[in-house]
């Protein structure tokens, strides 16, 4: 894509994603504001699948770890700024303590691992009442306020939202573009030249790995403030396939594609709500159709359109 | 003494059909590089499939014989060419998404489909009870441990001792040399998936009446093979009924003796534990990295 072009998109999308809110009613607001919390998670995710090239299916976990830290540290008195930090960190702990037996052997390992994972914090959330209220969950999660600012409202928490998406967003852009970030594409692209390269492969993919999980503690926390009620339904095993997949269908290793891949997994739904339960079917069977005949994900389309283009140009310059 | 001897056997049941579920996921991973993570649905629906023909007045075992048939085109050569054959060509990452956007797909559509309840399904053994020494043993669990023992074993004997089931470890092994010495290589991996479906339905068939049917049961079953197998040792056939077992006896030991709402953490704590101690499974062996 040319330089103009990206600008072009980005500054429509900045216009969409600052001037939408205050033309929808409360529940658009609110939709909007989920979105973010799953382009912050799969941001993360993007980092583990698409440049470090792992399979994680453990996702929603440490999106879950990440909301009852904040609920439980703000319902405890404390706030939502320490139980932030609190988030990340433990989800970044948790993850180098999960990827590190897990990858000694077969990259394919973090799989089994994260699956695993996912089904062991889902017991914990409902069986641990004492500290997650079990099954009915913790209620009146509170809502930060940014020096003195309240963002009590729903357009004030979803610009708060928005700002931390781009905060995150512009330091996972930096990172990919850092020495680091080159060493991890290159271990996804081919991890046995990357390791002759000198690039320690292990400690490069459990980075990433813990990394990813960091950036859904932080989701989680958002989740935690927006919905205000956290309980261990939306952290379930089944949530982590479809955040695995909300990646690859956006377009696994590219920087936008979470963002197109969270609209697709959960704005999409809202609108095709007279389709119910057949949605995940339909979403199913469009992932398999998908992998087939659009490996690169939905953004990996102007790619192709591009490079048939070329094929078709040079096709009609080679004739006489 | 005789609870624990009860929760023994109960659990050796319960492993028995993991190793079932997660034998055909290692044949599928041996032969032709395929992680099925949608090996769970791949029980759920034949189960639905008994279910519907015997509600349509078929006895038991025919509709059990009407779905493997129907399993085995289906889940077998039609996942095959449908899904597998194609997407190996680039890695084994497009097969993982597309199994479980697979697994998505084929668990709502029962749901959305069919039912969302829990539907009870006959036992081929029926419940009665024996005293042996002073235990209590269902012959529901007697009758499915030793089925899935025979068929686990009897999988076992089919690839150490026929000429094709030979022929398929060699193709799991080495498919290049095993083109060399004339071996029908893609017609072996076709057998593969076929036993992969067959295995499924009679993990269906065992595993059914105490779970029910329900269009989730694919979750936590699919859980365990593959931690079944990946304990046992991911390259070892034998090693997974030792993976199943173990997971199965301890998960009930756990659920008696520890906590038994963490039941199902069981087969990841035994999972990690494996990794850290003896990487390549209880049974397998290491593999070397190829360039």
Wanted: hydrophobic share 55%; aromatic share 12%.
């Amino acid at each position: 894509m040319t330089r103009r072009s990206h600008w072009l998109i980005g500054g429509a999308a900045a216009v969409v994603l600052l001037g939408a809110p205050g033309l929808l009613r409360g529940y658009g607001v609110y939709l909007l504001g989920y979105w973010l919390v799953f382009v912050v998670a799969t941001m993360g995710l993007n980092l583990t699948v698409g440049y470090a090239g792992q399979v994680s299916l453990g996702h929603a976990a440490f999106l879950g770890v990440g909301a009852y830290s904040v609920a439980i540290a703000m319902k405890a008195g404390c706030s939502f700024w320490l139980g932030l930090p609190v988030a990340a960190a433990l989800c970044f702990v948790l993850g180098l303590g999960l990827g590190f037996p897990a990858l000694r052997v077969q990259s394919i390992y973090l799989a089994f691992a994260t699956l695993g994972f996912n089904v062991a914090m889902w017991l914990v959330m409902r069986n641990e009442e004492w500290l997650t209220g079990g099954t009915s969950g913790i209620n009146d999660v509170g809502r930060p306020a940014v020096l003195g600012w309240s963002l009590s409202g729903s357009l004030a928490y979803y610009y708060f939202e928005l700002a931390v998406a781009a905060v995150l967003g512009a330091l996972l852009w930096r990172l990919l573009r850092s020495p680091w970030g080159k060493a991890f594409t290159a271990l996804r692209d081919n991890p046995i030249r990357a390791e002759s390269l000198g690039i320690d492969v292990q400690a490069y993919t459990l980075l990433a790995f813990a990394i990813g999980a960091a950036y859904a503690g932080v989701a989680g926390a958002l989740f935690a403030g927006l919905v205000q009620f956290v309980e261990p339904t939306p952290f379930s095993l089944g949530a982590s396939f479809l955040m695995y997949l909300m990646v690859v269908v956006g377009g696994a290793g590219s920087f936008f594609g979470p963002a197109v891949g969270a609209a697709v997994g959960v704005l999409l739904p809202e609108w095709l709500r007279f389709a119910q339960g057949w949605y995940l079917v339909a979403f199913g069977a469009c992932v398999v159709l998908l992998v087939r005949w659009l490996p690169g994900g939905l953004l990996g389309i102007p790619d192709r359109v591009r490079a048939r283009r070329a094929r078709a140009a040079a096709a009609t310059r080679g004739r006489p | 003494m005789a609870d624990f001897l009860q929760l023994l056997v109960s659990g050796l049941a319960t492993g028995s059909i993991y190793a079932l579920a997660g034998l055909g996921f290692t044949l599928l991973w041996q032969a032709s590089g395929t992680l099925n993570f949608a090996q769970g649905e791949f029980v759920m629906l034949p189960a639905f499939g008994i279910l519907a023909l015997s509600g349509l007045g078929l006895p038991l075992p025919v509709a059990f014989a009407v779905t493997c048939a129907v399993a085995v085109v289906v889940l077998g050569w039609g996942f095959k060419r449908g899904i597998a054959d194609p997407l190996l060509r680039s890695g084994h990452m497009p097969v993982v998404v597309a199994t479980l956007g697979l697994s998505i797909a084929l668990r709502n559509a029962v749901r959305a489909g069919y039912s969302a309840e829990a539907h009870p399904f006959p036992s081929v053994f029926g419940d009665d009870l024996f005293h042996i020494a002073g235990v209590v043993v269902t012959r529901i669990d007697l009758g499915t441990l030793a089925a899935a023992l025979v068929l686990v074993l009897g999988t076992q004997a089919f690839l150490a001792r026929t000429v094709t089931g030979r022929a398929m470890q060699a193709v799991a092994q080495d498919p290049d040399s095993a083109v060399v010495v004339g071996i029908d290589v893609p017609r072996m991996i076709l057998y593969a998936f076929a036993v992969n479906a067959v295995l499924a339905c009679a993990a269906a068939l065992l595993v059914t009446p105490t779970y029910l049917a329900k269009f989730d049961m694919g979750e936590s079953l699919g859980t365990k093979a593959f931690f079944a197998a990946v304990i046992g040792g991911f390259n070892n056939a034998r090693g997974t009924l030792l993976g199943g077992i173990v997971v199965g006896v301890c998960e009930n030991l756990a659920a008696a003796y520890v906590s038994a709402s963490y039941k199902d953490a069981v087969a990841l704590a035994l999972f990690l534990f494996v990794l850290l101690v003896r990487p390549q499974g209880l049974l397998g062996k290491p593999v070397e990295r190829r360039v």
